[in-house]
Each structure stands twice: as structure tokens, then as C-alpha cells.
């Protein structure tokens, strides 16, 4: 997969706001899916298909504890955020270049 279209699921992924708190709560660490259904207060079917899409756009990652085979816990996977940070990191320096020329041909025309 192309670095623009990781880029593009990952965006996708994030662009829920239940699915970005899933994401602040995994920030703190691994949780089991249905620990964050009640954090979130949804369903456990609306938290199963908010799971698959972060897993889908790779921000998530599932496990299966040796006592539950029926448990899944959840963890982030720091790629996905990695390649954000530094496609945004490349548009904040495009557009400080692009301001700072703005900022020059103001400063110069009469």
C-alpha cells in the first residue's frame, strides 16, 4: 500500500469521534474491547464495529489473553500515527514557507 493511501485509511480511521476517544483510551494502554464499550458507553456490536474499522485502518492491534480465547484486547500500533505526524510535519513546513513569502511580499509592496 501506497504511503498517501495508509495515509488515507488512517485519516478515514480517526475521523469518528467515538473511534478517536478509543483511541485517547488506548493511549494508556492495552484495554479489553468490552472495558471500552462501557468507557465509551455504546453497545458492544457499535464497539465491535468501531474495533474493526481501527484495526482496518491499522491503528489497532488484537490480541487473545491464554485464559479467554473470548476476550480481545486491544492495543494502539504506533505506525499509522508516525506517518500522520510526519505528513503533518511536511504541511506545517510547506505552509510556513508559503507565509513567510506572503509575509516578505507584503513587507516589500509599496
Same mark, same amino acid.
Given at each position: 500500500?501506497?504511503a498517501?493511501?495508509?495515509?488515507?485509511t488512517?485519516?478515514?480511521?480517526?475521523?469518528?469521534?467515538a @473511534?478517536?476517544r478509543v483511541?485517547d483510551?488506548?493511549v494508556?494502554g492495552?484495554?479489553?474491547?468490552?472495558e471500552?464499550?462501557?468507557e465509551?458507553?455504546?453497545?458492544?456490536?457499535?464497539m465491535s464495529?468501531?474495533?474493526r474499522?481501527?484495526?482496518e485502518?491499522?491503528?489497532?492491534?488484537?490480541?487473545?489473553?491464554q485464559?479467554?480465547?473470548?476476550v480481545?484486547i486491544?492495543a494502539?500500533r504506533?505506525?499509522?500515527?508516525v506517518?500522520l505526524l510526519q505528513?503533518?510535519?511536511?504541511?506545517? @513546513?510547506?505552509?510556513?514557507?508559503?507565509?513567510?513569502?506572503?509575509?516578505a511580499?507584503?513587507?516589500t509592496?509599496?
Open positions: 500500500m501506497s498517501a493511501r495508509k495515509l488515507d488512517t485519516l478515514a480511521a480517526l475521523a469518528d469521534p @473511534r478517536r483511541v483510551l488506548l494508556r492495552p484495554r479489553a474491547a468490552g471500552l464499550a462501557r465509551l458507553g455504546v453497545s458492544a456490536p457499535t464495529r468501531h474495533l474499522a481501527l484495526r485502518g491499522g491503528l489497532v492491534e488484537e490480541s487473545h489473553p485464559f479467554d480465547a473470548r480481545r486491544y494502539l504506533p505506525e499509522p500515527m506517518h505528513w503533518l510535519e511536511e504541511s506545517e @513546513r510547506l505552509w510556513s514557507e508559503q507565509l513567510a513569502a506572503f509575509k511580499h507584503v513587507e509592496t509599496p
